[in-house]
């Protein structure tokens, strides 16, 4: 732990205001006079540094639309779902309230980030569930929130040296100019509209891995977009929509329905209990799919079913190695799965297959890497292309026609289907084992294509006696 760690952790224990302080730097960089004339332009029309800088907490009512990541055009392939948070930010100690109602339901967490630590608790649910820490990756999250929010990140890019101005670019006839600086942890580019001033929105890299949902992209592009101005007290001028997009796709949608500034932010509603935070310290600092794998289940020397936050449903012996059914969340992940047949099995994994058609297998980049054959599902192609280096990504296969694939000593039929708002699905089929994986597999709506895929195979004088799915490895059918 370092030092300034174990400084946050006893400020927190103590229910002491932690503040952490920049290290300074040796020399800090001028900013360019043009860049700052810009700035300083958007800063008066936003209501002024005085009014800016006097702000010092924040209070928000928010739908938030969440946004499934994919690559297609097709209207509602982001399979939306809907939160509403009320937020309250304390910029002075860095702390984050963050209540979150999960529609259409009343169920709910309260999520609190304080500095460096965090902690959840649920209400609304059918029972009881204790108090527990946040991950890493809502520190993160937290960090982020605090670079780019509106009121803040143009101050922030200013005090902290290095801006630069870089050629105007236009979109949509609009001009724009850009600025290049840090905002906290983060390099970024400001793209403020020439016509009225405003900052259009903020593009920057951060690296995911922390994050469940967002680890098998690794380092991302970010771009935060901010729009509908409206004038709150006490006359400073914010956005009311901010977007959220990601590797180049829409992420989130957040409409603020209700904004105070200097709201009421008392101590206790961003307290953390000291058990909660000594929990935080020991378990926490680790990205949200590193789990221990002390719960693996192994069925048969065969089967074997990891846990469900690795992101993989599971690994299949087939052939004399193990084939892992998704290739996990992350690129790490995958090698966390390998280690772990190693020493308990003695076999590797031999094989990948990538069959689901949503964002995750992550760990598809590994197998490229290690030169192991990994199958891909023809829908989750574009996925596989932006997670898999170019160098690499000749050592993947996309199965766009149903066919034999040897592994090891024996062989699967992988067969892509297109399933309801699914199409290009891959399938996979062990003749030996008599088994089936179908990713969809549980959900009665896809029932109709997996008993005419069932049909085939025992019209080729295959056998199905298990099922492999969403909800368990091997079932019987």
Same mark, same amino acid.
């Given at each position: ?291 221990? *794998?002390?719960? #693996? +289940?192994?069925? !048969? /020397? ?6 469900? =936050? &690795? ?12 084939? *892992?059914?998704? #290739? +996990?969340?992350? !690129? /790490? ?6 280690? =772990? &047949? ?47 280096p170019a160098a690499h990504r000749a050592r993947t ?73 969403a909800r368990a490895l091997k079932t019987k059918r």
């Amino acid at each position: 732990m370092t030092l300034l760690l174990r400084a946050t952790a006893v400020a927190v224990l103590a229910g002491a205001p932690v503040a952490i302080t920049a290290a300074p730097l040796a020399a800090q960089r001028p900013n360019d006079p043009r860049a700052v004339a810009i700035i300083d332009q958007a800063i008066a029309r936003m209501g002024g540094e005085a009014a800016l800088r006097r702000i010092a907490s924040v209070r928000m009512d928010v739908m938030t639309q969440w946004q499934r990541t994919g690559f297609s055009n097709v209207p509602s392939t982001d399979a939306p779902s809907y939160e509403r948070n009320i937020e309250l930010r304390d910029y002075a100690t860095r702390s984050w309230r963050n209540t979150r109602i999960f529609l259409p339901g009343a169920n709910g967490a309260v999520d609190i980030v304080r500095d460096t630590v965090g902690a959840r608790t649920f209400f609304g649910t059918p029972s009881a569930v204790p108090p527990a820490p946040l991950n890493i990756a809502y520190v993160d999250e937290r960090r982020e929130l605090w670079a780019f929010a509106p009121e803040r990140t143009l101050l922030v890019a200013r005090d902290a040296g290095g801006l630069r101005l870089l050629a105007d670019t236009t979109m949509e006839g609009v001009a724009y100019a850009r600025l290049a600086g840090r905002a906290e942890h983060f390099d970024a580019t400001w793209f403020i509209r020439r016509t009225d001033h405003l900052p259009a929105f903020a593009r920057f890299r951060f690296d995911e891995t922390n994050d469940f949902g967002l680890a098998g992209w690794g380092p991302m592009e970010v771009e935060i977009w901010w729009a509908g101005w409206t004038r709150y007290a006490p006359g400073v001028l914010l956005p009311k929509q901010r977007d959220t997009r990601r590797v180049g796709r829409p992420y989130k949608r957040m409409t603020i329905m209700a904004l105070t500034v200097n709201a009421p932010a008392p101590a206790d509603s961003f307290a953390i209990a000291d058990s909660i935070v000594t929990r935080y310290l020991a378990t926490e600092q680790r990205p949200m799919w590193a789990l221990p *794998l002390d719960g #693996t +289940a192994i069925t !048969d /020397s065969t089967f074997i079913t990891f846990p469900p =936050f &690795l992101g993989n449903a599971g690994a299949v012996k087939v052939g004399g190695g193990y084939v *892992l059914l998704e #290739t +996990a969340q992350a !690129d /790490s992940a995958a090698g966390l799965i390998d280690a =772990f &047949l190693r020493a308990r099995t003695g076999q590797r994994a031999h094989a990948g297959v990538v069959a689901r058609v949503l964002q995750g297998n992550g760990g598809v980049a590994w197998f490229a890497r290690q030169a192991r054959p990994v199958f891909v599902a023809p829908g989750a192609q574009p996925f596989v292309q932006r997670m898999v280096p170019a160098a690499h990504r000749a050592r993947t296969t996309t199965i766009t026609r149903a066919q034999w694939v040897r592994v090891g000593s024996d062989s699967l039929w992988l067969e892509p289907v297109d399933f309801p708002d699914y199409p290009g699905t891959l399938t996979v089929y062990s003749p030996t084992l008599r088994w089936l994986y179908v990713p969809l597999g549980g959900a009665p709506a896809f029932q109709p294509e997996i008993d005419a895929l069932i049909a085939r195979i025992e019209k080729r004088g295959g056998t199905v006696e298990w099922l492999g799915g969403a909800r368990a490895l091997k079932t019987k059918r």
